[in-house]
């Protein structure tokens, strides 16, 4: 039986981290608003636990992105496909990822893909051509996580 997983990811500011990489793979940023309102009104979630963003109400320190044509459960909002959670967490990034995404392009191409991507706020590291095996960048987010964007 295969099971469901999700990819997380520690940041510094999960909901700008969760936009950015929505914008990069064409993903949408979970809504888990009605969520969130349903348990402050039950008086199951303190206001304290609860942040606004884009004028959409989340769990303080959470956020998540989907894959639009993924399923997702219209009453949480939280999505039972293809998914990134960013978690915030005290401490900065000391150390290279052990773990990475990796980027695909299409059409576009590999240099119309890393412009748009630096555009929204990856920075280029380093080049890597290996001949017949491919070519594509290394690349950081904003928060300074590697990753590689490819044609």
Known sequence: MA????LVIDSTDAAALADFWAEALGYEVEDPGALVARLLAAGQLPEEA???HRGRKHFRGLAAIRHPDDPYDEVSGVGAGRRLL?????????VKNRLHVDVHGGPEGLEALVSRLEGIGATR?????QGPAGHWWVMRDPEGNEFCASA
Do not use: C
């Not at 590291?125 to 051509?129: F, G, K, T």
């Open 3 to 6: 099971l469901h997983w999700k």
């Open 86 to 94: 960013f978690q915030q967490v005290p401490e900065a990034k000391t």
């Open 50 to 52: 609860v942040a606004e």
């Open 125 to 129: 590291l380093r080049e890597v051509d």
